[in-house]
């Protein structure tokens, strides 16, 4: 989209690193994006033998791209947090705003968190990927 984010963004287009957001892609899209790639490379026989590989065990259960997919629409949401989105504003905008910026990764707690919750916490209790943490 051109021009400044009118809703939370997930990537910015800049002429200057400090220069003003002359392109943005929508938070929200760039997840839906992240998961049809996800899809598309689950799709992918040899991609999908090497996930298997990796994980130890076939990923051949009737919801498990379903899983993956959505797991991976997840990996940006610390972005949503307001010091993340501030990164959208001039030095001069943050500067008259006194709005700090943040990452959204060790700011936020971001993946960590939440990989930490799901892993151990919502994982576990799933019958497709919780013998895969069992041990953890």
């Known amino acids: 989209m051109q021009g400044q984010p009118t809703r939370a963004w997930g990537k910015l287009d800049r002429p200057e690193p400090e220069a003003a957001v002359v392109a943005w ?6 997840c839906a994006d992240v998961a049809a790639v ?5 799709a992918h026989p040899l991609f999908r033998r090497r ?5 130890g065990q076939p990923l051949d259960h009737p919801g498990m ?5 959505a797991l991976a629409f997840l990996h940006d949401l ?7 989105q501030a990164k959208r504003l001039t030095p ?8 700090r910026t943040a990452g959204h990764v060790r700011e936020t707690g971001g993946h960590q968190i939440i990989g930490t919750f799901i892993t151990r916490r919502v994982v576990p209790e799933d019958p ?9």
């Open 65 to 69: 791209t379903a899983r993956l997919c």
């Open 25 to 30: 892609h929508p938070l929200v899209d760039h």
């Open 128 to 136: 497709i990927f919780g013998h895969v943490f069992a041990d953890q």
């Open 38 to 42: 996800a899809e598309a490379l689950l």
């Open 78 to 84: 610390g972005k949503a947090n307001s010091g993340f």
């Open 51 to 55: 996930l298997e590989r990796l994980a």
């Open 92 to 99: 001069e905008e943050l500067q008259l705003s006194g709005i």
